[in-house]
């Protein structure tokens, strides 16, 4: 894992930080993960919010980061919206400061990224979609990240579960002073809680392994 990156996750780990009230929220995606990898069958996630440009993307990336780290297998992430537009820039932006090597692999009104986290590990794929582009799994569970996907799709085609687990958009803070704050400590809320999230799944490949093997020192 890159080093800035690792920097990084150091702040993701104090938990506390995490109300009850919003743990109870994130509780739902711990347990349909958990019960997938019971299973032993793959755990396909599907971020929604209307434009797919910010907040599904974060949440994307950190759970794909967070399953590496805590060594949870066969774990996919996707993201998607209610209608195409693009990965906004400043997501773009912020991922790289906190870490990420991001490389643009097609350039269009809808550019495609490549955005990895380690030197061996296959990247992670951002555009903007609808949440049933080809480009997606058909069945997964439906992680709305936004309350207007939420409540503007009551039915979601493909879905096994629908888990709401709202986050303020970063977008509010486009054209003022803030922004490189806002969005920054957005996605550092989105990675806190992506880790807290995959800290509670117990992989069977982790199950007898002493509390250490999932800690920092082995990044």
Request: glycine share 2%.
């Amino acid at each position: 894992m890159y080093s800035i990156l690792k920097e990084n996750i150091i702040k993701f780990q104090n938990f506390d930080r995490i109300s009850t009230d919003r743990k109870a929220v994130l509780q739902p995606l711990v347990d349909y993960i958990q019960q997938k990898i019971n299973d032993n069958q793959a755990v396909n996630l599907n971020f929604i919010c209307t434009h797919n440009s910010r907040r599904s993307h974060f949440s994307q990336v950190w759970a794909q980061v967070s399953a590496s780290f805590y060594n949870i297998q066969n774990v996919y992430c996707y993201s998607g919206g209610t209608e195409e537009t693009a990965l906004f820039p400043k997501v773009v932006e912020t991922l790289r400061n906190q870490g990420f090597t991001i490389f643009k692999i097609e350039e269009s009104t809808n550019p495609i990224y490549s955005i990895k986290f380690d030197e061996n590990t296959l990247p992670i794929i951002g555009f903007s979609k609808k949440y049933d582009h080809p480009f997606n799994p058909r069945t997964f569970a439906a992680i709305m990240t936004c309350s207007q996907a939420d409540g503007d799709c009551p039915f979601i085609a493909g879905a096994e579960k629908r888990i709401p687990i709202t986050f303020e958009d970063p977008k509010v803070s486009d054209h003022t002073a803030e922004q490189s704050k806002v969005y920054a400590e957005r996605s550092l809320q989105i990675a806190t809680e992506m880790f807290y999230v995959f800290s509670r799944v117990i992989s069977p490949d982790n199950r007898f392994l002493p509390a250490s093997k999932n800690s920092l020192f082995h990044l």
